[in-house]
């Protein structure tokens, strides 16, 4: 496979089947400081890497959310949002199983469930964003506004420095 060849996922397929403009960006897979390695070995900003991440508040409701590579969630300001007493990241089985990606692949596009995905609202004032594409090496670059027609998609503010 060439280097801007993108491998076919549910994410890709998703993309095409809705007429979304994106550009492969395959790197090679580092497990530790996922977004920032990505970042470095694509030579862009790790602000607009992307992470998806799997969360609950109620085991059995799972959602996404979408934040910058270089911030984390403030777990508290998102649980007062949703008005709830905590929510935490699923562990990597559950987080696999409900997508149907492997941690460190996953994408919001394509999940195996559909799921309430909460993004960051500053993702959208980027140009472009580089979002994983369903498969550990392998990020999508996108207009971020695509997001609003493709996911169920809420935005908060609940960024933190990383």
């Known amino acids: 496979m060439g280097r801007d060849e993108a491998p076919v996922t549910p994410a890709t397929r998703l993309l095409r089947a809705k007429g979304v403009p994106f550009a492969p960006r395959l790197y090679p897979f580092q497990a ?9 070995a694509l030579g862009v900003e790790e602000h607009a890497v992307i992470k998806t991440l799997v969360m609950a508040a109620d085991p059995r409701r799972p959602f996404l959310v979408l934040m910058h590579g270089d911030c984390e969630v ?6 007062r949002l949703l008005d709830v007493k905590a929510v935490a990241p699923l562990s990597r089985e559950e987080a696999e199983r409900v ?3 492997q941690v460190g692949g996953i994408s919001p596009l394509g999940a195996r469930r559909p799921m309430t995905v909460y993004a960051e609202s500053t993702i959208f004032e980027l140009p472009a964003i580089y979002l994983n594409g369903g498969r550990r090496g392998f990020l999508v670059a996108l207009d971020p506004a695509a997001l ?9 503010r609940v960024a933190q420095a990383g």
């Not at 403030?74 to 649980?79: D, G, H, N, P, Q």
């Open 32 to 40: 530790r400081d996922v977004a920032r390695h990505a970042a470095q």
């Open 74 to 79: 403030s777990t508290k300001a998102l649980a």
């Open 99 to 101: 997508t149907g990606y």
């Open 148 to 156: 609003r027609t493709l996911l169920p998609l809420v935005e908060v």
